[in-house]
């Protein structure tokens, strides 16, 4: 008999982790799990389970699991809590095979190595017509080559206070005057072509 699946086809592979803790001594403190997700880097992501809060419900599917985390070889900070430990993709390391899993890569802690980001951005072409011929009715020299910069605005951790943030702002930080930032903007800014030609053929004119 053939048999015909409906709904959306899974990526999950493995158990979840409360099926793996279940069955193991002191509920696997101190074991080593990964997810089946994270395969697909290059570098090593895993949880070592510190703590557990079982509710002790019948199934034993529900608790609190705390566990040093880390993700692509960046080592979080603190001992942080499962969000998604309910989907089935989850495995166990055995013991004799975390060293061959970590395959000799040296874990570092995320922040050890800032990411740059930049400061400022020059301003779109026609924007920067506008500023020069702003300039001019001001009396002001206006030297075609002068760039005009915008500084960044990058939402803060504490306005928005979530998880994501923390680790963003442990990551990376503002480029300073004469630091060249690591990741460049690359944004395009696309103007209705005749009128900006009016613009530069007036601001060139006066």
């Not at 993709?89 to 995320?110: A, C, H, M, S, W």
């Not at 060249?180 to 053929?201: A, V």
């Amino acid at each position: 008999m053939k048999t015909i699946y409906i709904g959306r086809k899974t990526s999950f592979k493995g158990k979840t982790v409360w099926e793996i803790l279940a069955n193991l001594k002191n509920f696997g403190i101190g074991r080593m799990i990964t997810r089946h997700e994270l395969t697909q880097y290059p570098e090593p992501s895993y949880h070592i389970i510190r703590r557990v809060e079982p509710r002790m419900d019948e199934e034993l599917r529900f608790g609190t699991v705390y566990c040093e985390t880390v993700f692509r070889g960046k080592r979080l900070p603190g001992i942080r809590s499962f969000k998604d430990g309910y989907n089935p993709d989850f495995r166990l390391i055995p013991k004799d095979e975390e060293q061959k899993f970590l395959n000799g890569y040296q874990v570092t802690d995320l922040g050890d190595v800032k990411t740059l980001l930049p400061k400022n951005y020059s301003v779109p072409p026609l924007m920067k017509l506008f500023l020069m011929r702003h300039k001019q009715e001001k009396g002001q020299t206006v030297d075609i080559k002068e760039e005009f910069k915008i500084p960044f605005v990058y939402l803060n951790e504490k306005d928005l206070n979530t998880e994501k943030d923390e680790l963003f702002w442990l990551k990376h930080r503002i480029a300073e005057e004469g630091e060249d930032p690591d990741i460049k903007f690359e944004g395009k800014f696309t103007f209705y072509d005749r009128y900006t030609k009016e613009l530069e053929t007036d601001v060139q004119n006066n």
